[in-house]
């Protein structure tokens, strides 16, 4: 079965520097987002991604965060300037057109912890 | 602003017993809605969804879900557990973006499974 997949599984950074999470989406998907989980809190939306740019965001999405598909196959996350906050589960996701039945597939994580 | 509500952070039962997951939904139009379980250091794994049609959905792993509109819930049942259900399970309503699915979350039912 395709997967989405992620890499790192697990990152450790200093606080204020910058991150990067990488992401690669189940191959014939067209939108892309982002989730994070803070521990012991609900799965929260970041960001939605189709057709090269943003198509919603939350209100977390803020001017330290940032998204790009840099080619055919990448999806990342990069996070400026990391604070102590930051620290969560990232998930990456993807789903086909609504034809195919809008589920969204989720990858197995990226775990950021900042000190 | 759409909402999930699962009123039960742990859940404990035997192996062999029946489950119900509860999960109540705000959303101003017809919901899509979703179970996903979550395994230790696992990602999130779609269980089964509801788009239209009949109220009662299988999925995966002998899971089914009721959609009940009047009472706005959708819960997720199994009639016979085995250890390897025990996990996290999130249900999910999705509000449509232009093509694209913003998921919110619940905060999630920990399952423990006793032998």
């Known amino acids: 079965e395709p997967e989405v997949t992620q890499t790192p599984s697990h990152q450790v950074t200093q606080m204020g520097q910058e991150v990067i999470l990488r992401c690669v989406p189940i191959s014939n998907h067209l939108y892309f987002y982002w989730y994070r989980q803070i521990l012991g809190q609900k799965v929260e939306f970041l960001v939605s991604f189709y057709n090269n740019e943003i198509s919603e965001k939350s209100e977390i999405f803020d001017d330290q965060f940032s998204v790009e598909r840099p080619d055919g196959s990448n999806f990342t996350l990069k996070i400026r300037s990391t604070k102590l906050e930051d620290s969560a589960m990232y998930f990456c996701?993807?789903?086909?057109?609504?034809?195919?039945?809008?589920?969204?597939?989720f990858g197995e994580g990226s775990w950021l912890t900042v000190v | 602003a759409q909402s999930v509500t699962q009123p039960d952070i742990h859940i404990t039962v035997s192996e062999g017993a029946s489950l119900e997951l509860r999960c109540n939904y705000s959303?101003?139009?017809?919901?899509?809605l979703f179970w996903y379980v979550q395994s230790p250091g696992q990602g999130l794994q779609l269980l089964l969804k509801?788009?239209?049609?009949?109220?009662l959905v299988q999925g995966i792993k002998g899971f089914e879900a009721e959609f009940k509109r009047s009472q706005s819930s959708f819960n997720l049942r199994k009639p016979s557990v085995h250890w390897s259900d025990a996990a996290e399970y999130f249900c999910a309503v999705a509000s449509s973006g232009a093509g694209s699915y913003q998921l919110t979350f619940g905060k999630g039912t920990k399952l423990s499974v006793i032998p």
């Open positions: 996701a993807s789903s086909a057109p609504s034809d195919m039945g809008n589920t969204i597939y």
């Open positions: 959303y101003g139009a017809t919901p899509y």
């Open positions: 509801y788009f239209s049609g009949d109220t």
